[in-house]
């Protein structure tokens, strides 16, 4: 633990294994330790926005991709499910519970018959601005606790860990 912060759990757990392994060189605990306990709670609050919706995390990334895709709000399956990075399989299941909530509909294609689209429907607009509003603003609140530098260095340092991990990852 550095004096110029307050002492945490994961500073618990390192003290204890300097004292029963000062061999290792435990120091990579400290950031990805914080990192896990940190994406726990996170995800915790974030549910919550989303439970206030009657959506799981993976319904609000369909609704919220179909959104970002701009007018007409409508995304061959495929693309839907290569952008959130889930199976085909996973893909129907949030599909089929967003369709019989009359959140997103399926279209023909109009450049393929034989293909069908999905698309938002008002409701699922409406739905979905409102849960986009209230979402961000609960991002706001987790980080509201750090200032801009820190919240610019955080974003920095995760980053350049993400390009790592994507890079280590391709090969």
Known sequence: MTSDRPGDAVDAILAQWARERPDLDCSPMGPLGRLGRCAV???????????????????????????????????????????????????????????????????????????LLVRLTP?????????????????????????ADQRAALDAALAALLRTLEAAAAD
């Open 41 to 115: 709670l996170v995800r915790e609050r974030l549910d919550a926005v989303f439970a206030a919706y009657d959506l799981q995390r993976g319904e609000f990334d369909v609704l919220a991709t179909l959104r970002r895709a701009g007018p007409p709000h409508c995304l061959a399956p495929t693309a839907l499910f290569s952008s959130l990075m889930v199976t085909s399989g996973t893909m129907t299941h949030r599909l089929k519970r967003l369709e019989t909530r009359g959140l997103v509909e399926r279209v023909a294609d109009p450049a393929d018959a034989r293909s």
């Open 123 to 147: 409701a699922g607009l409406t739905l979905i601005d409102a849960a986009v509003t209230d979402h961000v603003a609960n991002e706001h609140r987790i980080l509201g606790g750090l200032d």
